[in-house]
């Protein structure tokens, strides 16, 4: 065995996290100059603290239609050590797109005291899927809540549905309905952990959304929601704001924190990534908040037809790939950029969309479909793992939680690369090649003065370990 460990991925699955060997480390007797990947172990940066999925009820519907075998599977592949090693969780307050339909805990708009509200309605499919997940964990899973809407008689369009706002009124009413709701998840052993105060609160949709400006995000945020949380003995659940796109995440975290009250009740700042990769506006975050956590909390490749950055894409490579039943290679390279990037800009915890599709991208009440990283084809009864899988894996895998990232240098920008510490003080490298020929570098380790010629392959990422 060499001094390097490298696992590395290509189209073919039957090649996917293969191991390399006999990779080994020479001391940098001439200082070379040419091909150099550079990796300085001592300049580090933000600590990694874990990736995962969503629980949503699309995901867990696939869940319960699988036989026990294929169940156990699924949360190896996604849970355990040799899997994605997934330690996080998003899931939704009242429903989303990929629910079966609309739905609210409390429908009645006499109840001003909320005492008919109930999470029943999640009892048959997404509570036992979430139980499920924490008990093959052992509990170890941190569960952020989002809500994509309000009860429709909470907002002035009256429906949960096509944007709205939340009636001032009912500002104090909507804070309460989160405690009940972490209230009712806890008594089902399920802890939230973190609270985004809206999904998307700038995306006016035809499924549930709720629109807030900076300011009212920013009040209700101060003046309702944290005190809530406080006056019901909540304080340790954490708040995330914005929860939308990367263009204006910056702009938001402005506009919010720069009231102290505000700044102080606020944990991190959550993104997505539909509009492009705006990296740039993470290291800015970065640079002008410091003390906040960048979270991604929702990204995915879109199969219905929308006017984002991702899904323009998404749509060409589709084109162009035959009407394969898997998704394109190109879906999963979309993934590791973006990864690559917001770790680069940041980036501390990597939440992935819907944990579990079917064979359609759903099912989902509006037609939005999405590709997952595993889908359950409902008509072969049989996973399928799609390249997202493979590509998030060359980070989960390997990145432990407490890594923390750490500085490097490449000599050309058909390389995409991202370099981590562990705890244990191994340093982890992943090296994307998008281009259609393999590429020669040199790794340096510009600590110890060790250099290592690596090739890897056309169209393939790698992951590199070494001490």
């Known amino acids: 065995m060499g001094d390097i460990k490298i696992f590395q991925s290509s189209k073919d699955k039957e090649q996917w996290f293969e191991e390399l060997t006999d990779i080994n480390f020479s001391i940098d007797e001439n200082n070379q100059e040419m091909q150099l990947v550079m990796v300085y172990s001592d300049i580090r940066y933000q ?5 995962g999925g969503a629980f949503t009820q699309a995901a867990a519907f696939n869940y319960s239609a699988m036989n026990e075998e294929q169940q156990k599977e699924f949360l190896r592949s996604y849970f355990s050590a040799a899997g994605l090693n997934y330690s996080f969780g998003r899931t939704h307050i009242n429903s989303c797109d990929f629910s079966f339909g609309n739905y609210a805990y409390c429908e009645n708009e006499d109840d001003l005291n909320l005492n008919s509200f109930s999470i029943n309605c999640e009892q048959d499919y ?7 997940a924490k008990e093959y964990k052992e509990g170890k899973i941190t569960i952020i809540a989002s809500p994509w809407s309000p009860p429709a008689w909470m907002k002035t369009n009256d429906s949960m549905l096509n944007g709205g706002k939340l009636k001032k009124e009912y500002y104090a009413l909507w804070a309460e309905y989160y405690v009940k709701y972490i209230k009712e998840y806890k008594s089902k052993g399920i802890e939230i952990e973190m609270l985004t105060v809206q999904n998307e609160p700038l995306a006016v949709q035809n499924w549930e959304s709720c629109i807030y400006t900076a300011e009212e995000e920013k009040i209700f945020l101060r003046d309702y929601l944290y005190p809530a949380l406080v006056s019901s003995g909540l304080e340790d659940v954490k708040i995330l ?32 990534w539909y509009s492009g990769d705006h990296f740039e506006n993470l ?8 003390d906040k956590k960048l ?20 749509e060409k490579v589709r084109a162009n790939s035959a009407g394969a039943a898997d998704s394109p290679w190109e879906f999963g390279e979309y993934y590791a950029h973006d990864i690559i990037g917001n770790f680069n800009s940041g980036l501390s915890v990597y939440l992935d969309w819907n944990l579990l599709l079917d064979e359609r991208g ?17 008509q072969a009864e049989e996973l399928r793992y799609q390249p997202a899988y493979c590509f998030i894996g060359h980070f989960s895998k390997y990145i432990a939680q407490g890594s923390r990232k750490i500085a490097s240098s490449k000599y050309t920008a058909d390389l995409e690369i991202a370099t981590f510490i562990s705890p ?17 570098f040199t790794l340096k380790d510009v600590e110890t003065n060790r250099i290592a010629d690596i090739k890897i392959k056309a169209k393939s990422i790698m992951t590199l370990i070494y001490s």
């Not at 997404?126 to 499920?132: C, M, N, Y």
């Not at 290291?283 to 410091?290: D, G, I, K, Q, V």
């Open 47 to 51: 600590k990694i603290k874990g990736f």
């Open 126 to 132: 997404l509570i036992p899927f979430i139980q499920a």
């Open 241 to 272: 704001i914005w929860d939308h796109n990367k263009e204006r995440l910056f702009e938001r975290a402005r506009q919010i924190l720069s009231d102290p009250e505000t700044n102080q009740k606020v944990y991190g700042l959550a993104f997505h």
């Open 283 to 290: 290291s800015l975050c970065r640079e002008f908040f410091p």
């Open 295 to 314: 979270i991604f909390t929702e990204g995915c490749l879109e199969l219905s037809s929308r006017d984002t950055s991702m899904a323009k894409k998404a």
């Open 362 to 378: 759903g099912p989902n009440h509006a037609e939005n479909f999405c590709s997952a990283p595993i889908i359950y084809d409902t």
């Open 424 to 440: 244990e003080d191994e340093k982890i490298i992943v090296v994307l090649n998008k281009q259609d020929e393999e590429i020669e």
